[in-house]
């Protein structure tokens, strides 16, 4: 984990073949409520912190092999979405107050 700056995120989405909700919306949406403490890249991009995997239905079935040692969330629905966020800014919370930034999914 790096010690300095917003926490880099890269961004998967499943291939959307029966998306229950709005998949960018929802996206959009954690960006904006997570700006200045992440930044959203591609999820090829190097040195991220995290991978966060939009599944558009709780089938939750996107390849997630290429991810393998890495820490990954995924979010199947706005609710699921809610809690990311929490956790992001509480471990971020954490983070700077001098305890360590754990961002495993629970």
């Known amino acids: 984990?790096?010690?300095?700056?917003p926490l880099r995120?890269?961004?998967k989405y499943c291939g959307g073949c029966k998306p229950d909700?709005?998949?960018l919306?929802?996206?959009q949406t954690i960006e904006e409520r997570l700006r200045g403490a992440?930044?959203?890249v591609r999820s090829d991009s190097r040195d991220l912190d995290l991978i966060l995997v939009v599944h558009g239905c709780p089938t939750v079935c996107a390849d997630l092999s290429a991810f393998g040692g890495s820490t990954i969330w995924s979010v199947a629905g706005p609710g699921d979405a809610e809690r990311f966020?929490?956790?992001v800014l509480d471990r971020m919370q954490g983070h700077t107050?001098?305890?360590t930034c754990d961002l495993q999914e629970s």
């Open 25 to 27: 919306a929802v996206v």
């Open 85 to 87: 966020i929490a956790h």
């Open 9 to 11: 995120i890269g961004l």
């Open 38 to 40: 992440a930044v959203f």
């Open 21 to 23: 909700y709005d998949r």
């Open 97 to 99: 107050q001098g305890r």
């Open 1 to 5: 984990m790096r010690d300095a700056g």
